[in-house]
């Protein structure tokens, strides 16, 4: 009953979040920065989007070989774009991990490597994106010190990036492990220690971990580049390199549980910071929606997959662990 009266609050802050945004957008603005969008940078945004995906299939792939096993490029696009659609419908983002690993598991690879690489995914993703947001924020302060809350987002993105490899180590990960907090999770306590022993496998793979960070911020620098090009397609006046700051601050913060999937927080945090780099708010709201609906586009692909053939993730199997 917690977790439901949790999730309702979430959604009503994330939901009051757009309304407060959408109460202080001038609509007829809004709807003539829409109706001018250029197509060609739109297009260009997709393409980059794309790119993206490619980055992560092979961040994917990288982990999964060094468990031994090697499914098809295929196939984790595919569960990619159906964990996508599961991220945009159920109450967390946590939700579309469970469908990959759940549908990894059912084409054959072992549950065990299933849960441990979407896992290992998930953290190396936050780790990659706290560098960037870590790196943006301090170059924010240095360049447009007046533009940004850039100091406070550079302190809490290196926050996470010390985090990270801190409660992957094998010694941290046995101290939990063997916790006294773990058996107050009741049932799922099991699952728990699972995934902790689980994670462990990357220990002294420098040379596959190093490759999936690499991948990992090319697939940060591929949003970036997305998010310009949608600021490009509406006339934005803002550069290149002010996107890999905005960007990556923007993003952690909405990965943070204070909404559902970062509803709200991520669209108020672009409509801020644009507002400093000198952008109508109005402009900047249809930005952020804008940008929102090239992405949930692929997400939409991922249910036609889901509901067409790639039931392989079917979220009432339970869960990968």
Request: glycine fraction near 14%; charge should be positive; proline fraction near 5%.
């Amino acid at each position: 009953m917690k977790g439901f009266w949790g999730t309702w609050l979430r959604l009503g802050v994330g939901l009051g979040a757009l309304a407060f945004l959408i109460a202080r957008v001038d609509m007829g603005r809004a709807a003539e920065t829409l109706r001018t969008a250029d197509p060609a940078w739109i297009g260009l945004a997709l393409a980059v989007q794309g790119l993206s995906k490619t980055c992560w299939v092979r961040r994917w792939g990288t982990l999964l070989g060094v468990t031994g096993t090697h499914p098809g490029a295929a196939t984790l696009l595919r569960l990619i774009l159906v964990g996508l659609f599961f991220n945009n419908f159920l109450p967390s983002s946590i939700g579309g991990d469970v469908v990959r690993g759940i549908g990894l598991a059912r084409t054959g690879v072992p549950r065990a490597a299933a849960a441990a690489t979407v896992l290992a995914d998930r953290l190396i993703g936050l780790f990659t994106l706290g560098i960037m947001a870590a790196l943006g924020g301090l170059l924010g302060a240095i360049f447009w010190p007046a533009d940004g809350p850039w100091v406070a987002a550079a302190v809490f993105a290196l926050g996470v990036v010390a985090a990270i490899p801190l409660v992957t180590r094998p010694e941290v990960l046995d101290r939990i492990a063997r916790s006294r907090l773990i058996p107050l999770f009741g049932r799922v306590a099991g699952r728990i220690r699972k995934l902790i022993d689980r994670i462990s496998f990357l220990s002294g793979r420098r040379r596959a971990v190093t490759r999936a960070v690499a991948l990992s911020l090319g697939l940060s620098a591929c949003s970036a580049v997305y998010h310009w090009s949608v600021g490009r397609a509406i006339g934005l006046p803002v550069p290149l390199a002010a996107f890999f700051v905005i960007v990556p601050t923007v993003m952690l913060f909405a990965a943070l549980p204070i909404t559902l999937n970062g509803l709200g927080v991520r669209e108020l945090g672009f409509v801020g910071l644009l507002g400093a780099q000198g952008v109508p708010p109005s402009t900047a709201a249809v930005f952020a929606f804008l940008a929102f609906a090239g992405t949930f586009g692929f997400a939409i692909a991922g249910g036609i997959l889901f509901l067409v053939g790639g039931r392989h993730a079917d979220p009432r199997d339970g869960g990968a662990a």
